[in-house]
Nanobody, 125 residues
């Protein structure tokens, strides 16, 4: 059974940092691209960042230069280091597994075959 379990969310002040983790199981993690997708209150899904199976990284313009995605294939874990956080980064963050080795920079549910349960990130003073 495929499982994606996110952790690391919380409340942080503007300008602060958080690191999200997504522990994957039930499939060969190193074969597939992974992405982070977020949903702010009252808004639709927004693709944040993705990493291919060979660690090619891509980012949405809204987070470029502030967020860093990485993966540890030995641990089956995806990470998102978030620095210089802004109130507009407040959202539920989901990790999502692609059925392909390359990143699709979209938030469409059709482009992913598995999703985690999400972790809440709140940026507020």
């Amino acid at each position: 059974e495929v499982q994606l379990v996110e952790s690391g969310g919380g409340l942080v002040q503007p300008g602060g940092s958080l690191r999200l983790s997504c522990r994957a199981s039930g499939f060969t993690f190193s074969y597939y691209a992974m992405s982070w997708v977020r949903q702010a209150p009252g808004k639709g899904l927004e693709w944040v960042s993705g990493i291919s199976n060979d660690a090619y990284r891509s980012y949405a313009d809204s987070v470029k230069g502030r967020f860093t995605i990485s993966r540890d294939n030995a641990k089956g874990t995806l990470y998102l280091q978030m620095d210089s956080l802004k109130p507009e980064d407040t959202a539920v963050y989901y990790c999502a597994k692609s059925p392909r080795s390359f990143v699709s920079a979209t938030a469409s549910r059709d482009d992913y075959d598995y999703w985690g349960q999400g972790t809440q990130v709140t940026v507020s003073s």
